[in-house]
Nanobody, 119 residues
């Protein structure tokens, strides 16, 4: 089974940018998808973005549109989430995911990485 590793995360000031990266443990098929969820303290986990491995088709939650960009590097088996114009509301644990859905997938989960945006 594919394993997902997501180093990174960190602390950034409001208005700043941060890039998250997720590496899959093995070569992925074109039908596979990777994505990101997040969970803020006291809130339910919510979808952020997803990307289809083969076509590059992307999905974004409304709050992510225009600020976040998901991309993948098929040669490196990585999926990145570039986040810009961050606000304290974006503070959460971000989880990389993999599976069959693009919106985003839920079958496989990374360990999560903390993103903190200070005001």
């Amino acid at each position: 089974q594919v394993q997902l590793v997501e180093p990174g995360g960190g602390l950034v000031q409001a208005g700043g940018s941060l890039r998250l990266s997720c590496t899959a443990s093995e070569r992925l098929y074109s039908s596979y998808a990777m994505g990101w969820f997040r969970q803020a303290p006291g809130k339910e986990r919510e979808a952020v973005a997803g990307i289809r491995w083969g076509t590059g088709y992307t999905y974004y939650a409304d709050f992510a549109k225009g600020r976040f960009t998901i991309s993948r590097d098929r040669s490196e088996n990585t999926a990145d989430l570039q986040m810009s114009n961050l606000s304290p509301d974006d503070t959460a644990v971000y989880y990389c995911t993999g599976g069959s859905r693009t919106r985003p997938p839920r079958e496989t989960w990374g360990q999560g990485t903390q993103v903190t945006v200070s005001s």
